[in-house]
């Protein structure tokens, strides 16, 4: 079976019947990221409509929702995501600066290259929209994974806590 690629916005408006079981896989995917207590159905939905108006969450799956294999065994799989936020600038000739968040892999298909396969279609999209730069912040630990994707350490990043 071969791994596909959608925007999530698009996936659950063509699986709309499913939104259940696709918030299901991808909030278990989320978890192997941050910390993803549970959420409504509706606020799932309109969260993803919301990022979806200034870029976009791509996902790569397995299988398709509501099918099951001959086993009786869910059959889909969301296996990898990655999200790409375009910020308005009025510098830089109002060209938008793109951020990457949340690129995750389903644990049992790491050391495969999905993450740089997620982080380049993410990348296209951000160059397609007239970026003039995108930046992504990780944990030093695995900055090597964005540096194979051609990404460079720039800076340090500072954070205020609520």
Do not use: W
């Not at 409504?40 to 976009?56: M, T, W, Y």
């Amino acid at each position: 079976m071969s791994i596909q690629y959608s925007f999530l916005k698009d996936f659950i408006e063509k699986y709309c019947d499913f939104i259940g079981e696709i918030q299901e896989k991808y909030m278990e995917l989320l978890a192997n990221l941050s910390d993803s207590p549970e959420i409504s159905e509706r606020l799932f939905v309109q969260n993803i409509l919301d990022i979806s108006e200034r870029g976009c969450i791509l996902i790569g799956y397995l299988g398709n929702p509501g099918v099951s294999c001959i086993s009786g065994d869910d059959d889909f799989e969301i296996i990898s995501t990655g999200t790409l936020f375009l910020e308005i600038k009025l510098s830089h000739g109002g060209r938008p600066v793109g951020h990457i968040e949340d690129i995750i892999v389903h644990p049992k298909y790491r050391g495969k290259g999905l993450s740089c396969i997620i982080m380049e279609k993410l990348l296209s999209i951000s160059k397609d929209r007239n970026c003039y730069k995108t930046i992504l912040q990780c944990k030093p630990e695995i900055s090597t994974i964005y540096e194979k994707c051609g990404f460079q350490k720039n800076g340090i990043e500072m954070v205020y806590r609520f």
